[in-house]
């Protein structure tokens, strides 16, 4: 299992649960963060293992650099060096309750993006 054992571990003696510092070890979410879980298995759950189970963190702003929009928020990327986590990130953003910034280098008509090059649909942003 990862991270038994190891410093992220919040069992007192052997880890600090992630903490990097004391101040980090007084603060409030700091118990919050990771947290030990036992689950059975077995046909009758006789067998328990332990696991570490790491909160996600909520993500409020997403931050993300597009060539084109159009006024639905559509997002295109055709210039942009790097294509990677994009709609990833937009998603995180909005399942998290967060909102989606887009930074753009020009504006383009409504429904005037071919569809697949649309790389962040409008719902995200």
């Excluded at 299992?1 to 903490?19: H, N, Q, S």
């Excluded at 990771?34 to 963190?57: H, N, W």
């Excluded at 942009?80 to 930074?103: K, M, P």
């Excluded at 280098?105 to 429904?111: G, I, K, Q, S």
Aim: charged share 20%; proline share 6%; hydrophobic share 40%.
């Amino acid at each position: 299992t990862i991270g038994m054992g190891t410093y992220v571990d919040p069992t007192p003696g052997v880890g600090c649960g992630g903490a990097a510092n004391q101040r980090a070890l007084e603060s409030p979410f700091h118990k919050e963060l990771v947290t030990k879980i036992s689950l059975g298995f077995g046909p009758e759950k006789e067998q328990e293992m332990e696991y570490l189970l790491y909160k996600a963190l909520p993500i409020q702003v997403a931050i993300i650099r597009a060539t084109t929009a159009d006024s639905s928020g559509n997002l295109s990327f055709e210039h942009e060096s790097l294509l990677c986590d994009q709609r990833i990130i937009a998603t995180a953003a909005r399942n998290s309750g967060g909102v989606v910034l887009a930074q753009v280098e020009r504006l383009a008509a409504l429904r005037s993006l071919p569809s697949r090059s649309v790389g962040v649909p409008g719902a995200m942003v």
